[in-house]
Every structure is written in C-alpha cells, then in structure tokens.
C-alpha cells in the first residue's frame, strides 16, 4: 500500500506529464508553418522568409518556451513511471526508455534553445534589415539542417 507522501509523487508526476503535454502543443500551435512555401529548404529565398518568420512573429519566445518546457517536464514526470517499473521488477527496457527520453529531451533543448532565443539575436547583428548574400545559414539549428539536406543530396 502506497504512503500519502507516495500517492502525492505520483500524482505530481502525472501532472507534470500532462502539464508538459498542454504546454507542448501551445507552443507548437502558436508556431507559424516553416515549410516548403518559404523556398527550398536550405536556399537564400527560404532562410530570408525564416527571418521574416522570426522577426514578425508576436511572442516568438514565449512560444518557444513552450516547445522547450514540454519534452523536459516529460523526462520530470516520466522519472516516476520509471521508478513504478523498476519496483515490479522491469529494470531493462524503462532503463533504456528513460535514457532515450532524456537524451531526446536534451537534443531538443539545444535546437530550441538556438530556433527560439539565438535566431531572433541574429538579424539584427546585420546594419541592414536583410541577410546579405551567402549569410543565410547563420542560424546554428537551419546550418546544421543544411548540412543534413547537402549530406542527402550527394
């Protein structure tokens, strides 16, 4: 029988799991369409029209904050269904599970750490408005993208 220090654990974690989900998909539906309509993925024509996104988006941060909170408060609340598991003895796959999440949580952090709070410093470091020619892949998280879609091209 579970102590009520316990039952408050688990029902914080589930919370946190739900919490992040909620907060996931705010941001997510908040976040303005980055597709192929901005030009061909890693073309100039597509990173201007991401500068523009970024720039004319209200509440970009915000939005990214809820993109990022997600996934962590995910690996938050997850921590007691691992430790649910291991007490019945299943210590190998919610092991690996966990590791996954956490890791997949921290590689997410990075991309919106850069996509939401790095990007927007970016166009304005230039003295004009626009990305001058050969610079639109200044933004870390679209650079390494590039780099994906060239590596696929070859």
Same mark, same amino acid.
Request: glycine share 12%; aromatic share 14%; hydrophobic share 45%.
């Given at each position: 029988? *579970?102590?009520?220090?316990?039952? %408050?654990?688990?029902? *914080?974690?589930?919370?946190?799991l739900l919490?992040?989900?909620?907060?996931?998909l705010?941001?997510?539906?908040?976040?303005?369409?980055?597709?192929?309509?901005?030009?061909?993925?890693?073309?100039?024509?597509?990173?201007? +029209?991401?500068?523009?996104?970024? !720039?004319? *988006?209200?509440? &970009?941060?915000?939005? +990214?904050?809820?993109?990022?909170? /997600?996934?962590?408060?995910?690996?938050?609340?997850?921590?007691?269904? &691992? $430790?649910?598991?291991?007490?019945?003895?299943?210590?190998?796959?919610s092991? !690996?599970?966990?590791?996954?999440?956490?890791?997949?949580?921290? *590689? &997410?952090?990075?991309?919106?750490?850069? $996509?939401?709070?790095?990007?927007?410093?970016? @166009? /304005?470091?230039?003295?004009? @408005?626009?990305? @001058?020619?050969?610079?639109?892949? %200044?933004?870390?998280? !679209?650079?390494?993208?590039?780099?994906?879609?060239?590596? &696929? $091209?070859?």
């Amino acid at each position: 029988m *579970t102590q009520p220090r316990e039952k %408050c654990y688990y029902l *914080t974690s589930g919370l946190l799991l739900l919490l992040g989900g909620v907060i996931f998909l705010w941001g997510g539906k908040n976040h303005p369409a980055i597709n192929a309509q901005l030009g061909p993925l890693g073309s100039e024509e597509f990173f201007r +029209h991401f500068v523009a996104h970024v !720039l004319g *988006t209200p509440n &970009w941060q915000a939005i +990214h904050t809820g993109i990022l909170a /997600g996934p962590v408060l995910w690996v938050l609340g997850a921590v007691a269904l &691992w $430790d649910r598991l291991r007490r019945a003895e299943e210590s190998q796959w919610s092991s !690996l599970a966990l590791v996954a999440l956490a890791l997949g949580g921290l *590689t &997410w952090a990075v991309a919106f750490v850069f $996509d939401g709070f790095v990007a927007p410093y970016y @166009p /304005g470091s230039y003295p004009r @408005p626009r990305i @001058p020619p050969g610079h639109g892949s %200044c933004f870390p998280v !679209l650079r390494l993208i590039r780099s994906w879609s060239s590596a &696929w $091209d070859s």
